[in-house]
């Protein structure tokens, strides 16, 4: 089936059209201080036609496996995880300037996230062939958020599926992994 762009997709964002949508997958948090717990992520790519498309992004789990470290978030778990573990929104947009040497393919990236916990994220990076790879350039939080220093995020679409990755510096410790994730399109723009 031939990819079509969304209806009113801004053509600045055009390298970044295969994201749009609803996209719905499990994955699993691990971290220093925090035990391996599996979750459910709703990542929502959309657009009104800017320059730009807005992200809405929801981890969660289930009460039991916050409290035990067990519980099973999958899909034939039966009821929706009832915990939120974090929520985040932003604006993706594809920098109108070029670096140097940056592949013909490949698009610079300027991503601004905010997470409900109060942390705001200035990301760039660059998209092209499927793949997003996203590092801070400046996170900022308030004096009760968590303390994050950096972060990284990669995006790639495998066989259909959306690939998620974060990693973070975070609580005193270098940057490493934190979370992971493969999602299904739910939905189209």
Partial sequence: MPFAFPEGLAPEVYPLAWLVGRWRGEGVIEYPGIDETPFVHDLVFDHD???????????????????????????????????????????????S?????????????????????????????????????????????????????????????????LMWVEELAAFGHPLGSYASAKLDRITEA
Avoid at 60 to 78: F, H, I, Q
Avoid at 128 to 151: C, I, K, Q
């Fill in 49 to 95: 036609g800017g320059p730009y498309l807005r992200v809405e992004s929801t981890l969660r789990v289930r009460s039991a496996a916050v409290a035990d470290g067990e519980g099973d978030a999958g899909p034939d778990a039966g009821d929706e995880p009832d915990t939120v573990w974090s929520t985040e929104n932003g604006y993706w947009r594809v920098s």
């Fill in 97 to 161: 300037d070029r670096p140097e040497g940056l592949e013909d393919d490949r698009h610079a990236l300027e991503v601004l996230l905010t997470d409900a916990s109060g942390r705001l994220s200035l990301f760039l990076g660059v998209a092209g062939n499927g793949r997003v790879d996203l590092a801070t350039d400046f996170v900022a939080r308030t004096s009760t958020a968590a303390e994050v220093t950096a972060a990284k995020r990669l995006y790639g679409l495998v066989e259909g599926q």
